[in-house]
């Protein structure tokens, strides 16, 4: 498959953990969020490892799995990247609501801090789409 499937954005638009990895890179825990394009998007410091590994390699893939206690499912996602430079600190309001909560006041200082750096947006446009449900 090429594409995400509805079944596949309800799963994404959950509160999961990803790991990306870039090309000649680790994998790497991080936030997402699925489009209704059918893309991933995560957000970074345009000086970070990631970002220096898409501009020589634009691949990446990211693998989302359920928690424990539910039943095995994962879905992975992998394509070319492009790097965006707007929508980044929106998108990292998005995603630290999603992941945290906000009324604590160590995790909105800690949102206002990645708000103060410069952020660029990682995209990936999935061509090969691969998932299990049990």
Do not use: C, N, Q
Not at 5 to 26: I, M, N, Q, S
Not at 75 to 81: N, Q
Request: charged share 35%.
């Amino acid at each position: 498959m090429t594409a995400l499937t509805d079944e596949d954005l309800d799963f994404l638009r959950r509160p999961l953990h990803g790991f990306l990895t870039v090309a000649g890179g680790e994998p790497r825990p991080v936030w997402f969020e699925a489009t209704a394009e059918g893309t991933i998007e995560l957000f970074t410091e345009p000086d970070s490892p990631k970002v220096r590994r898409v501009r020589r390699d634009p691949r990446a893939s990211i693998v989302v799995a359920a928690p424990v206690g539910e039943r095995e499912r994962w879905v992975s996602a992998a394509g070319r990247v492009t790097l965006e430079e707007d929508g980044a600190h929106d998108l990292a309001k998005r995603l630290a609501a999603r992941y945290w909560d906000l009324d604590d006041p160590a995790r909105a200082a800690d949102l206002d801090g990645i708000l103060a750096t410069d952020l660029v947006r990682l995209v990936i446009h999935p061509d090969e789409v691969r998932r299990y449900a049990y």
